[in-house]
């Protein structure tokens, strides 16, 4: 896997994250630059490590199912896909109506979505990787995404909250196709 498809993968992982951090940016606040920051620090650090802890459960089990490894990881991209596809054509109603997230809310939050990055780090530990350079790019890039999400939440709004979702879905299930494809057809 190369440095573009981890970086694919990251921008994936990182749209729920963005979707959140639009609707916080939607939000009345007074230090809006400290609350995006706070907020891709959060997010980031949580899909930070929860790649690191699915790719520890991964390689336990990989001498049990390293000849499936590629459908294993494609069936794993492509159902965390289709749920974040899912989620897009939903709202979260209590996501906009709480008016201040602290640290532990936003923590919390970030471990909510970043249960797919635990998901990924399984499929990841069946492929030949870095897992701390993967980890530390899924990371950067939420942490990233998310400071931008809030600044963007606070002038376009709730709009653009379930396209980026969509997108990230999309992603994915194309990083899955492609893993698959790779593997079955070379």
């Known amino acids: 896997m190369n440095i573009f ?11 729920d994250s963005l979707a959140i951090a639009i609707a916080y940016g939607v939000m009345p606040q007074k230090h ?18 929860m790649p690191l802890i699915g790719w520890l459960a991964g390689t336990q089990l990989r001498q049990v199912i390293e000849g499936v490894d590629h459908w294993v990881a494609f069936i794993i991209l492509m159902l965390i896909g289709l ?22 809310t936003l923590l ?3 471990l909510a979505t970043s249960i797919d990055a635990l998901a990924v780090g399984i499929g990841l530990a069946f492929l030949q990787i870095n897992i701390i350079t993967t980890a530390l790019v899924i990371g950067g890039v939420t942490l990233l995404v998310s400071f ?9 709004g709730i709009y653009a909250e379930k396209k980026v979702t969509l997108m990230g879905g999309l992603i994915l299930i194309f990083i899955g196709l492609k893993i698959l494809l790779e593997h079955t057809l070379y």
């Open 5 to 15: 498809e981890t970086f694919l993968i990251a921008l994936g992982l990182s749209m």
């Open 32 to 49: 809006r630059l400290i609350n995006a920051l706070r907020c891709g620090l959060c997010f980031g650090l949580m899909q930070m490590i």
């Open 83 to 104: 749920k974040m596809i899912s989620d897009s054509r939903q709202t979260n109603e209590n996501v906009h109506k709480k008016r201040n997230f602290r640290v532990t």
């Open 108 to 110: 919390c939050l970030g």
């Open 148 to 156: 931008a999400g809030v600044l963007i939440g606070g002038v376009a």
